[in-house]
């Protein structure tokens, strides 16, 4: 089963960080949330950061958070194997994007929901 990390998962329907959630579960995906507050998100446990996710390669990771909170959250991506580092609008700040880069991370930008091939309006805000 492919493994994603949706890093600002939100357990509040009604923001990406949690349609991400929902969309790569129906996609087929075990998915890890990554949230600093929260401790369940749609039934599934949380994780602080990507660094206590208890795998060593983690096929994508998806980033909804604004530019300063990532660039601190790409720390935590270090010791892990990254398929793919999707910064999505928001998180896809020029500065994010080239440490990013720095750090050999394979980083795309663009919707991880998409990526995930299903839309964001698949998933409602209730």
């Not at 949706?6 to 923001?15: M, Q, Y």
């Not at 793919?84 to 919707?111: F, H, R, W, Y």
Request: hydrophobic share 45%; with cysteine.
């Amino acid at each position: 089963m492919p493994t994603v990390a949706i890093v600002g998962a939100s357990s509040d329907r009604r923001k990406f960080g949690n349609k991400a959630v929902r969309a790569y579960i129906s996609a087929g995906y075990q998915v890890f949330p990554v949230n600093l507050r929260e401790s369940q998100i749609e039934g599934l446990p949380v994780f602080r950061t990507v660094a206590d996710i208890p795998l060593d390669h983690i096929d994508r990771v998806a980033f909804y958070l604004p530019p300063a909170q990532a660039r601190d959250a790409l720390k935590t991506l270090a010791g892990k194997s990254i398929g793919m580092l999707i910064l999505n609008p928001g998180s896809d700040d020029p500065v994010v994007i080239a440490q990013a880069k720095e750090l050999n991370l394979p980083v795309v930008t663009g919707c991880a929901i998409i990526a995930a091939g299903v839309r964001p309006e698949q998933f409602p805000d209730e």
